[in-house]
């Protein structure tokens, strides 16, 4: 069994910066791989990136060059650093391993 939960959403105007964490728990959490998604309004779950357990990345292309994960193997948490944030950026982002899904954290780009 593996528990997920994110956090560091919030309301970030245009050309802004978040950090999101994803804390898992479970002993074979560190097993898998991870990777974020997200979600807007009235659109599929699409992937945003993920990390192996090895440190290999891979990003959609909608966000190179402006997101990094990353992970602590030491602390089980994995990260997403998100600058230079676009109002198309807004959605719910989720933490997945495996078949294992957070609750997810909300991120709004407004001005």
């Known amino acids: 069994q593996v528990q997920l939960v994110e956090s560091g959403g919030g309301l970030v105007q245009p050309g802004g910066s978040l950090r999101l964490s994803c804390a898992a728990s479970?002993?074979?959490?560190?097993?898998?791989?991870t990777g974020w998604y997200r979600q807007a309004p009235g659109k599929q779950r699409e992937l945003v990136a993920t990390?192996?357990?090895?440190?290999?990345?891979n990003y959609a292309d909608s966000v190179k060059g402006r997101f990094t994960i990353s992970r602590d193997n030491a602390k089980n948490t994995v990260y997403l650093q998100m600058n230079s944030l676009k109002p198309e950026d807004t959605a719910v982002y989720y933490c997945n391993q495996a078949q294992y899904w957070g609750q997810g954290t909300q991120v709004t780009v407004s001005s």
């Open positions: 479970g002993s074979i959490s560190r097993l898998y791989g």
């Open positions: 990390i192996t357990n090895s440190g290999w990345t």
